[in-house]
C-alpha cells in the first residue's frame, strides 16, 4: 500500500462518523490504515521519524478545499456508494 492509498483510507474510514452501524469494523480498517501507514514510512523513509505525522496533519486540511479539487485527488473513480465527499470529510 502507498502513502496516498493510506491516507485516502484513512479519510474514509472515519468510525466516528455519525450514523454509522458498523463502528467496530470501521475503526479497525482506520487504525490498519493508520499502522500501515507508519509501517510504510519507517521503511521507505527509515532517517525521517516525523513523516507519518506530517502526512497526518495534513488531513485536517482537506476540509478546506473545493470538494472538487478532493474529489478529483481523491475519488477519481467515484466515491463509495456516490456518497458526497463532503460527508466523507465530515463537512456541513
Sequence with gaps: MTEWSCLRSIVL???YARGLKSTAEVQRLHEKAHLT???HCTR???TDVLR???LLLLLPRLRDMSTDI???AFFRHGTPQ???VERILGVH
Aim: hydrophobic share 45%; proline share 6%.
Design 37 to 39: 501507514l507508519m509501517s
Design 52 to 54: 507519518t505525522n506530517r
Design 44 to 46: 521507505v523513509y527509515p
Design 13 to 15: 474510514f472515519r468510525y
Design 70 to 72: 478532493v474529489r478529483a
Design 82 to 84: 456516490d456518497m458526497a
